[in-house]
């Protein structure tokens, strides 16, 4: 390799990092909301345009100061990989957004164990989202053949419910989660109605009422709990 090629290819290297640097400089993080204690709650990440400013990205941040959320755009719409956080730091999702996938792909969940959510080899994943203008993954649908596993979260992305589904309707066992993670309703379905066992609980645990569904109606006796479980009532409905 002679002089000249050597001297050519250092002013191109000079000039990549150069452009860099001036891409990094024009990038800046923007604070438009926060706690009450002044930490940061919602940031832009603004690019400047000469005599306008773009919306890059975004970061979401819980009060204890670690991440929820970070996006990224081009052009005004979605655009690269976007991650979810639980509280703890832990990731919770992400998912691949271009022109073409506005609705995002190659998404993958996480529980606050990291084991995966979509692990039984499923088809595809669908995802439903809390609104249109912040895109956070409400439920998700675990699809393979006609069948779906459910899964629904809180706005901090712990579980609120999970059960399956069979050509729309749902089939087998389903439960319902308190945020703290308490089951709250243990439910059977087939082919969409209340078939079995149904137990609801609070909060602390306890149970507070239990009986049986038949076809969508109660039957048989159901029982009543205090708050301490103890049994204090029934109800017949042979």
């Known amino acids: 390799m002679n002089h000249m090629t050597k001297y050519c290819r250092l002013i191109l290297t000079v000039v990549a990092l150069g452009a860099l640097m001036c891409a990094c400089k024009s990038n800046k993080e923007e604070t438009v909301l926060s ?14 345009n000469g005599n306008d400013r773009e919306i890059v990205g975004e970061k979401s941040y819980y009060e204890n100061g670690n991440i929820r959320w970070e996006k990224h755009f081009r052009d005004g719409r979605r655009d690269g990989r976007w991650r979810y956080y639980y509280a703890s730091g832990q990731l919770f999702g992400e998912g691949l957004f271009d022109a073409a996938h506005q609705l995002g792909r190659n998404w993958a969940f996480y529980r606050a164990d990291g084991s995966g959510y979509c692990d039984e080899g499923c088809d595809s994943v669908v995802v439903n989202e809390f609104s249109e203008n912040d895109f956070l993954p409400s439920a998700i649908a675990c699809c393979k053949g006609n069948a ?10 712990s579980k609120r419910y999970e059960g399956e589904t069979v050509d729309g309707l749902r089939e087998g066992h389903c439960t319902f ?14 082919d969409g109605e209340l078939n079995g066992v149904y137990i609801v609980y609070r909060e602390n645990g306890t149970p507070y009422y239990r009986g049986v569904y038949i076809n969508g109606k109660r039957a048989a006796v159901w029982e009543f709990y205090d708050e301490e479980g103890n049994l204090v009532n029934t109800k017949d409905f042979q």
């Open 35 to 48: 706690y009450p204690d002044g930490t940061p709650r919602l940031v832009y990440i603004m690019k400047d």
């Open 148 to 157: 779906k596993k459910v899964y629904m979260f809180y706005e901090d992305f």
């Open 177 to 190: 989660f308190f945020p703290n993670g308490v089951t709250q309703t243990e439910a059977i379905y087939a």
